[in-house]
C-alpha cells in the first residue's frame, strides 16, 4: 500500500456506509479521498471524522454534468485521479411490471451508468499521465448468480450483472490499449446497513451473523495492496457466520 500513498482516489457514496468506511481506510494509508455524495451535510461530517486526506464534494452521480465537474475539480487541484471506488447505488424492489420508466432509469442510471462514466473519466486521467491506476467496483451476489436469490428485487439485479460485466469490458479495453489499471469486482453478501434492516428481519436473517462495512473497506485495501504483476479481477465477500446460506438466501448488497 506504500506506493498508493499521496495519491488520489474518488470514493462515490462517500457519506454513510460502505462509502464511508471504505473513505475512512484509504485516508489511514495517506491517500487524498475526493469523498463525493448528494448530501454535503453528510460529506462535512464524515470529513470531520476522517480528517485532512477527506476532500467533501457534492454530486448527483446520476447527473453527467455534475461527474464532469468533480473531475475537473480533481484535475485542477490534485492533477487527476489513481483510485475509483464505484460504491454509490441504490435499490428499490419495485417489481418490473409495477415500475414506472423513471424508476427504471433510476436504478439503471445509478447502479451501471453513473460507473460507466466515471471509470470511462478515471481511465482517461490516468492514461493522460501514463500513471498507474485501480478501479474498484462495488456490486452484490444477485450480480454474480442472480438465479440463485429466491426473492424479486426489480431492476437492482439486472443493473448489479450489468456492473458486473463492465469490468470485463474494461478490462479487456485496458489490456488491448496497454494500460497499467487494474478493474477489481467485490461482491458482498449480506451487509449491516441500517437502510435493510427491516428486510433482514423479515427474511429472517441473524444481523450478528451479518457482514460489516469495515469488512468491505478492508477487502479494498487488500485488492489495492496487491503486487504491480498481479490482479484480482473479482473476489466475494461473504460473512463466515452465514456458511453456505449465504449461497442460496436472498443476498442483496445495500450501498
Not at 31 to 58: C, H, K, T
Not at 144 to 153: C, D, I, K
Request: aromatic letters at 8%.
Amino acid at each position: 500500500m506504500n506506493y498508493w500513498s499521496g495519491k488520489v482516489a474518488i470514493v462515490t457514496g462517500a457519506s454513510r456506509g460502505i462509502g464511508l468506511a471504505i473513505s475512512k481506510e484509504l485516508a489511514k494509508y495517506g491517500i487524498n479521498v475526493i469523498g463525493l455524495a448528494r448530501s454535503m451535510d453528510e460529506l462535512v461530517e464524515a470529513s470531520l471524522m476522517i480528517g485532512e486526506y477527506f476532500f467533501p464534494f457534492q454530486c448527483d452521480v446520476t447527473d453527467e454534468d455534475e461527474i464532469l465537474v468533480a473531475f475537473k475539480f480533481i484535475e485542477e487541484k490534485f492533477g487527476g485521479v489513481d483510485i475509483l471506488v464505484n460504491n454509490a447505488g441504490i435499490i428499490n424492489y419495485i417489481h418490473v411490471m409495477d415500475s414506472e420508466t423513471d424508476e427504471i432509469h433510476n436504478v439503471i442510471n445509478t447502479n451501471l451508468i453513473a460507473p460507466t462514466i466515471f471509470a470511462r473519466e478515471a481511465m482517461n486521467s490516468i492514461r493522460k499521465r501514463d500513471a498507474r491506476g485501480h478501479i474498484i467496483n462495488i456490486s452484490g451476489t444477485p450480480g454474480l448468480y442472480l438465479e440463485a436469490e429466491s426473492v424479486p428485487m426489480g431492476m437492482y439485479g439486472p443493473s448489479k450483472c450489468g456492473l458486473r460485466a463492465l469490468g470485463v469490458e474494461l478490462r479487456r479495453e485496458i489490456a488491448q490499449s496497454k494500460l497499467n489499471i487494474k478493474v477489481t469486482t467485490i461482491t458482498p453478501g449480506f451487509v449491516q446497513l441500517d437502510m435493510l434492516t427491516e428486510f433482514y428481519n423479515f427474511v429472517g436473517v441473524p444481523l450478528d451473523d451479518l457482514l460489516t462495512c469495515t469488512d468491505i473497506a478492508e477487502t479494498v485495501i487488500c485488492v489495492l495492496g496487491t503486487s504491480n504483476t498481479l490482479e484480482i479481477s473479482e473476489i466475494t465477500v461473504l460473512s463466515q457466520g452465514m456458511g453456505s446460506n449465504a449461497v442460496i438466501a436472498p443476498l442483496l448488497l445495500p450501498d
